[in-house]
Every structure is written in structure tokens, then in C-alpha cells.
């Protein structure tokens, strides 16, 4: 099944272009050296405010007499854009393919340009490699997004009441906040103290195995490995 790049993937590149197309040039050179990470959208933005800087279009909207931020919407659809194509199962010439034919149906007098700047960067491997390990990494329903282990302790109230506290308990809950493909929910659960130590077991368990991988002879025949930036 064909993927359809829509147009508002382009809509501020488009401005820019028609503005100051010297920035769009900037942009495709400098785009290409984000060093291949996961999640690469911050190392994107800062380069994109870099470039852009605060190139405000005349016809830039307003919101509640505020200027919107130009640079934070273009690195939005650049954001989409690359997204889309690391999500894509098409081949990159395909998808090159059909961004062109939205710029060349939507921006006509700007064609060329754009058309020149996606070949460039969908061809560029570092952003390809980030964005298509990013897409592979959120190719679940539940994205954990925030942990928390909330410790309580509760006093144990006798049956008659006119004695006094003399006894108490630990209560431990595991709250994980996890986004959905429509928002984002939050669930608590509650742990026993045995429940907790395997989840420290499991947990350091893991990070053992990855240190494993990590310095096996097939992780390094396989390429650069691509993680979160600390």
C-alpha cells in the first residue's frame, strides 16, 4: 500500500523557501550530521533554531496576539516527516518518490527546492538510522513514559480504639505512567517487600544482560549501536 506524505509535512519549509532559501540550504547541510541516537527530536530542534533562528515570515500567524514559534513548527514536520519515513516498510526511493509528488502537487512554485532538500535528507543514513530505530522502539501500545515507587507507611489502629498505636506497616507501590497511541494514563500497583526486591533482581538482571550483549563480537559486527543520550 502506497504511503501518503501530506502536505503540512511542508507547509513552513515551503514558507521558508519562499523567504529565505539560503536557510533551506543551510538546512540540508546541516541536518545530516545529527549523530545517529535514539529519540534524536532535541539534537533536530537544536539544529533546526540554530539555522532558523528567529525567521518570522510576514505572513506568520498569531495566536492570543503571540507570534507562534516558526522554528518549533518546522522541526515539528521535519520531525513527521522522517518519522514516517523510518516507520514506513516502503523502500526510501518510494517514499522520496511520493513526497515529491505532494510538493510538486501542493507547492509547485517551490518544487525544486524542497524536492532537492527531502531527496537529501531521507537519502542522509544518520537521521534514516535514528528515526527508523525510534519507530522501531514505539512499535508498541505502551510507551512507559515516567516510574515511581511510592513508600508509605500506615499505623495499624488496634479494635478497640482507646488503646494506643502500636503498630505499623510499609506499603509499596510501583506507579508507571505509559503513553497510548491517543493519551497518556497512569496505574499503580501495589507490591509486596518480596515483590520488590525480584523487581530490583529483574532490573539489575537486565542491565547485565545488555552489558553482555553489549560487548559480545556480534553486537559490533551489526554497526553502531543507537542509544538514548544520557
Known amino acids: 500500500m502506497k504511503t501518503k506524505i501530506p502536505k503540512r509535512f511542508f507547509r513552513e519549509l515551503a514558507i521558508l523557501a519562499g523567504?529565505?532559501?539560503?536557510?533551506?540550504?543551510?538546512?540540508?547541510?546541516?541536518?545530516?550530521?545529527?549523530?545517529?541516537?535514539?529519540?534524536?527530536?532535541?539534537?533536530?530542534?537544536?539544529?533546526?533554531?540554530e539555522v532558523v533562528g528567529g525567521f518570522h515570515p510576514p505572513e506568520a500567524e498569531r495566536v492570543n496576539d503571540r507570534r507562534v514559534d516558526f522554528s518549533a513548527d518546522l522541526s515539528q514536520s521535519l520531525t513527521s516527516l522522517l518519522y514516517t519515513a523510518g516507520a514506513a516498510s516502503l523502500s526510501i526511493n518510494e517514499i522520496i518518490d511520493s513526497a515529491s509528488e505532494t510538493i510538486e502537487?501542493?507547492?509547485?512554485?517551490?518544487?525544486?527546492?524542497?524536492?532537492?532538500?527531502?531527496r537529501g535528507i531521507l537519502s542522509c543514513r544518520n537521521l534514516l538510522l535514528s528515526f527508523k530505530s525510534t519507530a522501531l522502539r514505539e512499535d508498541n501500545e505502551n510507551i512507559v513514559v515516567d516510574s515511581k515507587i511510592i513508600l508509605d507507611i500506615r499505623p495499624i489502629f488496634d479494635f478497640d480504639l482507646s488503646e494506643a498505636v502500636n503498630a505499623h506497616t510499609f506499603l509499596y507501590r510501583l506507579k508507571l505512567t505509559h503513553r497510548t497511541s491517543n493519551e497518556v494514563e497512569s496505574k499503580v500497583y501495589t507490591l509486596s517487600q518480596d515483590a520488590l526486591d525480584e523487581l530490583a533482581r529483574a532490573l539489575g538482571r537486565a542491565k547485565d544482560k545488555m552489558e553482555l550483549l553489549r560487548n559480545l563480537p556480534l553486537s559490533r559486527t551489526l554497526g553502531v549501536l543507537l542509544e538514548e543520550r544520557q
Open 105 to 118: 502537487t501542493s507547492f509547485p512554485e517551490h518544487a525544486e527546492i524542497l524536492s532537492s532538500f527531502v
Open 19 to 49: 523567504s529565505a532559501p539560503e536557510l533551506v540550504a543551510r538546512l540540508a547541510d546541516e541536518l545530516p550530521k545529527i549523530a545517529p541516537q535514539l529519540y534524536p527530536f532535541d539534537s533536530l530542534v537544536g539544529v533546526v533554531r
